[in-house]
């Protein structure tokens, strides 16, 4: 069974300030996809990034960037100098294997201060 | 590209009423899938398909639930009857056959079960 563990709740930060949102996950598969997604107040669903369980290249998009590591089974995700326009909820997503369906997150709800 | 079309977006009703949620899934996509969101739960799947057949539908809750895909441009979420501890916000997503590619997510459904 696939599971993913967001045990951060909820984050709080002033703006300007760097934020780590943490992801931790379990799956059986050799082959396996990890995504975030954000979910700002007006509801919607919005995808962030997608890595493949064989690529541990961490990347670096503007503000956000993401640290995948297996020998650890995480895949955190920082957003610096974080701006109110950040506050939402975050989820951290996994799918693979035979599996075509995705496994979410309970989500992280970031909230950014002026 | 219109994206997926969710109806309603609001929905309240009266406990043991039928209530149908609607989804038009992105022209194209070969798989839909029907989540729901609430805060002790988090982000569930209740099932998806794949070229119209349900493939996996182990998370619907029970039998009062029903979900069909009649073509590829339609999906319908029954729920009857309807009971208080239905009320959720109900997404409706969609993606291509392309193994783990990104889920589309509509605006979704805020059910409310009086």
């Known amino acids: 069974a696939q599971k993913v563990t967001q045990a951060q709740t909820e984050i709080s930060v002033v703006e300007k300030e760097d934020v780590t949102l943490d992801c931790v996950y379990e799956?059986?598969?050799?082959?396996?996809?990890l995504f975030w997604y954000k979910q700002p107040p007006s509801g919607e669903l919005v995808f962030l990034i997608r890595?493949?369980?064989?690529?541990?290249q961490n990347e670096i998009s503007g503000r956000y960037s993401w640290n995948f590591q297996k020998s650890t089974s995480s895949f955190n995700f920082t957003i610096t100098a974080s701006q109110v326009v950040d506050s939402a909820v975050y989820f951290c997503?996994?799918?693979?294997?035979?599996?075509?369906?995705?496994?979410f997150g309970k989500g992280i709800t970031l909230s950014v201060r002026p | 590209d219109a994206g997926v079309i969710q109806s309603p977006r609001h929905e309240v009703t009266e406990m043991g009423q039928e209530v149908t949620l609607r989804c038009k899934p992105i022209s194209g996509h070969d798989y839909l899938f029907w989540y729901r969101q609430t805060m002790m739960r988090g982000l569930e799947l209740l099932i998806y398909?794949?070229?119209?057949?349900?493939?996996?539908d182990s998370g619907m809750p029970e039998d009062r639930f029903s979900a069909k895909m009649p073509n590829a441009s339609f999906s319908t979420l029954k729920i009857q009857p309807s009971e208080p501890r239905d009320s959720a916000v109900y997404f409706c997503?969609?993606?291509?056959?392309?193994?783990?590619?990104?889920?589309?997510f509509g605006s979704g459904t805020q059910l409310s079960v009086l």
């Open positions: 799956t059986r598969d050799t082959t396996y996809y």
């Open positions: 398909f794949n070229n119209n057949v349900p493939i996996d």
């Open positions: 997503a969609s993606r291509t056959d392309r193994i783990n590619e990104k889920l589309f």
């Open positions: 997503a996994l799918g693979g294997g035979a599996n075509s369906k995705l496994t």
């Open positions: 890595r493949n369980s064989f690529d541990e």
